[in-house]
């Protein structure tokens, strides 16, 4: 049995970064950008009004005051959209809307709110100085500026700014297939009535649903029945089919637990079995031709817990996401927990932030057969290797799950 670090180590070590592919850049969301991406335009590409106003040429108000409120013509009205190519007098303003072109001639915008407004005409009190309510041509983006560095992950923010500049698509990381086996003789699908000795499956239905939240794709094989023959030849046909394969439950020591057996015979390289953590000690990991294997554990607490710890940062890994875990913080333990010496125990628990600090409450059964603890759960208390039973005021990392 190996330790918690020593497991995520060498998963880490099996994994490569993902080739590229162009998409649309709506199905680029929380993506990794795989070019870096410049600027064709300036942006914005004219100067800008900021403002609904008066455009004017600054110099034309040098003698203005209070003493000597002036008066200017209003000669047009520039929309958004519009281009103005008229010279402006002396005496005389444009009537100009947000996001307009400011015309050659002027070069600022008194707001609409600071002049009085008489027969086509404005008048003003105060001097306006240059480059007021102007967003300047190329202020935020120069024709050739790196706008967009490769290896950022693409935000809401990113896909408005793609579009400003013109990228109907770009080269993302892609995202690996993930293949779902559901073992166990005792499962029945969710619309089906429970008899004896049987359970309803609903890992496939939680693992289906962390996978998509992560933004992989999951083609799933559904329930398959412990029988090593039938089992072998699925996971050999999910092997083909996906550059992930995860399966459910059959890693414990029980008589129809055959997942080692069969990745020993078809010559997969088992490089781990067991970890040192609860909930999810038997979790399997194993390659197979560049392909990644996790036989998780059946118990429904236990999936969750291993497709988190293990599974969900070596996706995100290979999708070229360097902040793969989620940020862990200090937890003050509001009630004793129960914790081994020898294994990092994940305990689930409901944090509440009570004066800018974190207290983690319990919410029932550890059990790893527990959904409905989790359920109650928002995040986690990890109790490291060398801590043993845990007590009320004492201070450990935490982390929120889902996330
Ligand atoms: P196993 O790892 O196959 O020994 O399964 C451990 C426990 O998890 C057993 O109580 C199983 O009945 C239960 N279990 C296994 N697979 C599922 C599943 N897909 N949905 C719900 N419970 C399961
Ligand atoms: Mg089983």
Redesign the pocket.
């Known amino acids: 049995m190996i330790n918690f670090k020593e497991a995520q180590k060498i998963i880490f070590n099996n994994i490569e970064l993902s080739s590229l592919e162009e998409r649309d850049i709506l199905q680029c969301n929380d993506k990794v950008l795989g070019e870096n991406i410049y600027s064709k335009d300036n942006l914005p590409p004219f100067n800008k009004s900021a403002m609904d106003g008066y455009a004017i040429k600054s110099e034309y108000t040098e003698s203005v005051s209070n003493e000597n409120i002036t008066e200017f013509k209003i000669k047009n009205t520039i929309k958004a959209g519009e281009y103005c190519t008229e010279i402006l007098e002396h005496g005389e303003v444009y009537k100009i809307m947000t996001g307009a072109p400011v015309p050659n001639y002027a070069d600022s915008v008194i707001e609409i709110e600071k002049v009085i407004v008489e027969n086509n005409k404005i008048y003003i009190n105060e001097k306006v100085k240059k480059d007021k309510n102007i967003i300047k041509l190329g202020e935020e983006l120069r024709i050739g500026d790196l706008a967009l560095k490769k290896g950022s992950v693409i935000r809401p923010s990113e896909i408005g700014l793609l579009a400003s500049l013109g990228y109907k698509k770009v080269k993302v990381h892609k995202s690996p297939v993930v293949a779902l086996i559901?073992?166990?003789d005792?499962?029945v699908d969710i619309d089906s009535k429970l008899s004896n000795g049987k359970?309803?499956?609903?890992?496939?239905y939680?693992l289906i649903s962390l996978i998509e939240k992560i933004g992989a794709k999951v083609v799933s094989f559904g329930?398959v029945c412990?029988d090593k023959n039938i089992l072998r030849e699925k996971i050999n046909l999910s092997l083909k089919e996906s550059d992930i394969v995860i399966t459910?439950?059959?890693?414990?020591v029980?008589d129809?637990?055959f997942i080692e057996e069969i990745l020993g015979d078809i010559g997969a390289d088992i490089k781990f079995n067991k970890v040192a953590i609860k909930p999810g000690k038997?979790v399997t990991f194993a390659t197979y031709k560049k392909k990644l294997f996790f036989g998780?554990?059946?118990?429904?607490l236990?999936?969750i817990n291993t497709f988190e710890e293990f599974v969900k940062p070596a996706i995100k890994k290979i999708m070229g996401k360097n902040n793969f875990s989620n940020e862990e913080f200090n937890v003050v333990l509001a009630d004793n927990f129960k914790s081994k010496v020898g294994r990092r125990d994940f305990v689930y628990v409901d944090l509440k932030k009570e004066n800018e600090v974190y207290y983690a409450h319990k919410i029932g059964s550890q059990s790893?057969?527990q959904l409905v603890t989790i359920s109650k759960a928002n995040g986690i208390v990890i109790i490291p290797e060398d801590v043993e039973d845990v007590y009320v005021g004492e201070i450990f990392n935490g982390r929120f799950i889902f996330k």
């Open positions: 559901i073992t166990g005792e499962l359970i309803r499956n609903c890992n496939e939680t329930i412990d459910s439950g059959g890693v414990s029980g129809y637990d038997p998780l554990p059946g118990n429904p236990s999936v790893s057969n």
